[in-house]
Every structure is written in C-alpha cells, then in structure tokens.
C-alpha cells in the first residue's frame, strides 16, 4: 500500500513497548506488596495498549475498506508487540490477585 504511514509500525512497537514494561513493572511491585502501585501501573498500561489498539483498528477499518495495507517485517514486529502486551495485561491481573493472596491482602469475598 503506497499511503500506509511508515510511522505506523513504530507506533505500535512504541505502545506496546510500552504496557509491555508497564506491565512488568506492576508485577514486580505486586512481588513487593506494594499492590497500589501495581494497580497504578497497570492503568498506564492499558492507556498505552488502548492507543495501540486504535491504531490496529484503523489499520483493519483500512483493510476492509478495499486499501490494502502493507505487510513487511516491520509491522509483523510491530504486531508481535501488540499481541505481547495483551498477554501480559490477561497476565497481569492474575500476577497481582496471586500476591495478594500470598500476602494476605486480598479482600474477602
């Protein structure tokens, strides 16, 4: 595709970098039992996730529009980014309840 913006890919590696990191860190902070703050992190996290995904959408509205996009190495990278990220906010939550719950402070439900 001739119009595709080639900062799109970076885009996407950047964001998903990102909450990918973010990610991380709330799980090391959840280690810690500082759970706040990994809730904090994941909330980042999911803020940059979010403005990857919009970029993803748009590139799948564009593609099913008729205007093909172009695939190369770079947004195959940028992809494999985004679907980490994602894996790791499925990831996160469970991390986070875990320590809690070894920590003793989960809430009683």
């Known amino acids: 595709m001739e119009n595709l913006n080639e900062n799109i890919p970076f ?64 947004m195959v990278h940028a992809q494999d980014h985004l679907m980490n990220a994602i894996l790791l906010k499925e990831l996160v939550g469970f991390f986070i309840h875990l320590y809690q719950r070894t920590a003793g402070l989960e809430d009683v439900k």
């Open 11 to 74: 885009q996407l590696i950047c964001n998903g970098g990102d909450a990918s990191s973010l990610f991380l860190r709330a799980i090391n902070e959840a280690k810690s039992g500082r759970i706040d703050e990994a809730k904090r992190l994941v909330e980042q996290g999911e803020e940059s996730l979010l403005t990857a995904h919009k970029i993803q959408t748009q590139l799948i509205v564009q593609e099913a529009s008729g205007d093909p996009v172009q695939l190369n190495v770079l």
